[in-house]
């Protein structure tokens, strides 16, 4: 660990250029992917397997969303973003969310597989951005934290529940939790990303990317072998096209239009106060 | 259909007060025990909460009895 001494930020002023717009993508990428689980935990607060689940899935999504708005402000102070503005003008390509939420969560597994990789993911982000040397990030980390332990804790009893059960859904995990890994290994981003070594170098957050993917990938192996779910060899990420602002490698398309319709409430942009 | 687990739920709003039972939740397992029970009662900003599995709890009085000698 390097003893260099870290310069604070309470604000953008003095930032070098590379850092600061590797922490607007950072920033952007995770508020993308907290409003896109949101979206699906919130779809999710019917059909679950049991009344507790539904209850706890509509929780997810209030807290998902609520982190949202709180990365949303983060920008609009900083960057002078508009989340709302942006929201509605961007292509869907343009979203910056893991690319496991794009389409709709067709099943429990795949909902399992959502909650216990990719929201994990996103936490373990968060994680990185601990102390970090971006002052006004530090208390709205810790707060999002200390809420996403109950993320975890309903995404790995769901995984070992499923596990343990065997058969068509334990497959079905299986399959589902490898295909959220590998969208999260391409949000993570290629090892040399500037941004992210820019973001490393100034102490806004702790850990590389490559780290993250690794301890994740750490925490699935271990989950799988107490769920008994044999977890597929991770498929190296391709990157190519890969695009700093978005995440995404050429050819991704983003969320579906039906979510994004849901997403914007276009059905119900009459109804605007103040439009 | 296998039955799950029934955990009690106990929990105290401040620090100075005592725990109180809040509940019950079924749950596979002692984590899934946990997310339920902080979603599920939510009504107040706890600062301390925690789950016991029912078969956990040792009864003193048998059920539906007063806790008169003999018991």
New interface residues.
């Given amino acids: 660990m390097s003893n260099a001494v870290v310069r604070e930020f309470e604000s953008l002023e003095g930032m070098p250029t590379a850092t600061a717009e590797g922490l607007h993508n950072l920033l952007w990428a995770l508020a993308d992917t907290k409003l896109l689980l949101g979206y699906h935990y919130g779809e999710w607060t019917f059909g679950t397997p ?1 009344l ?2 539904a ?2 899935s ?3 999504s209030q807290s998902e969303l609520g982190h949202a708005r709180l990365l949303h402000a983060l920008l609009k102070k900083h960057w002078g973003d508009d989340a709302e503005t942006v929201a509605e003008r961007r292509e869907p390509a343009e979203f910056a969310n893991i690319a496991f939420l794009d389409q709709p969560v067709d099943g429990w597994p795949a909902f399992v597989a959502m909650n216990a990789v990719v929201d994990l993911a996103a936490t373990r982000v968060l994680a990185t951005l601990q102390g970090s040397a971006f002052k006004p990030l530090r208390m709205s980390v810790d707060k999002m934290l200390d809420e996403e332990r ?2 975890a ?2 995404g ?3 995984f ?2 499923l596990g343990r059960r065997g058969g068509e859904d334990a497959e079905q995990l299986r399959v589902a939790a490898g295909n959220a890994l590998a969208t999260v290994a391409v949000w993570l981003g290629p090892p040399d990303d500037p941004g992210d070594r820019a973001l490393v170098a100034a102490g806004i957050r702790n850990r590389p990317a490559l780290e993250v993917l690794a301890a994740l990938a750490d925490d699935l192996r271990q989950l799988a072998l107490e769920a008994g779910v044999g977890v597929p060899a991770p498929v190296p990420a391709v990157f190519n096209g890969w695009n700093p602002r978005t995440r995404r490698a050429a050819g991704s398309t983003g969320p579906a239009d039906d979510i994004l319709f849901h997403l914007r409430g276009d059905a119900n942009a009459l109804f605007k106060v103040g439009e | 259909m296998a039955v ?1 687990p029934v955990y009690e739920v106990f929990a105290r709003a401040k620090h100075d007060e005592p725990l109180k039972h809040v509940g019950s ?12 029970a ?3 009662y ?1 009504e107040e900003s706890w600062v301390e909460m925690c789950v016991v599995p029912r078969a956990a709890i040792v009864p003193i009085t048998a059920h539906g009895r007063l806790p008169v000698w003999g018991n």
């Fill in positions: 049991e507790e689940a209850v706890a509509c929780s997810l109950h993320h804790h309903h790995r009893g769901w070992r529940t | 799950l939740v079924n749950a596979a397992d002692d984590e899934l025990a946990k997310a339920y902080w979603t599920l939510d």
